[in-house]
């Protein structure tokens, strides 16, 4: 009966955690539709998926200036990724400062926040993190 019951889990698990499936934009939290279009109201979403998870379900975006981003359903950022760089209010102010002041030719070109960190990417490719505060911890 355990041996059941342990199936019937795993494959409830498996089959809410199918992978990437397409989502259209009128479909997406409200909260995700906010925050892309607060920055992206102007850019053409080229398409979007939404992966299903136990703990947060996550929505990519690829634009038509071949941008790509990743919000989880509370509409707080994942990742961003952008050739022409990324927009500052997308960048908390601390790491937006360090980066500024410490290499003021840069642009960032991807930032992404992590349960512990913040990672930046700059067009140099110089990798920086940065602790949940801001602070700068090194260069990867």
Do not use: W
């Not at 889990?9 to 809410?16: D, E, I, M, P």
């Not at 992966?51 to 509409?75: P, Q």
């Not at 991807?110 to 505060?133: G, I, T």
Request: net charge neutral; hydrophobic share 40%; glycine share 6%.
């Amino acid at each position: 009966m355990t041996l059941v019951a342990l199936l019937i889990g795993v494959f409830s698990l498996s089959a809410y955690a199918r992978g990437k499936q397409p989502i259209a934009f009128q479909n997406l939290p409200e909260m995700v539709k906010s925050a892309v279009l607060k920055n992206y109201s102007d850019t053409l979403v080229q398409y979007i998926t939404c992966e299903k998870t136990i703990g947060k379900d996550k929505y990519e975006f690829l634009l038509a200036d071949g941008t790509k981003m990743e919000y989880y359903e509370n509409g707080q950022l994942h990742k961003i990724k952008s050739a022409a760089g990324v927009p500052d209010v997308l960048v908390p102010e601390p790491v937006l400062n360090y980066v500024r002041g410490t290499f003021p030719h840069a642009t960032i070109t991807e930032f992404k926040s992590e349960s512990l960190s913040q990672k930046v990417e700059l067009n140099n490719d110089m990798e920086l993190v940065f602790n949940r505060r801001g602070d700068f911890l090194r260069i990867d």
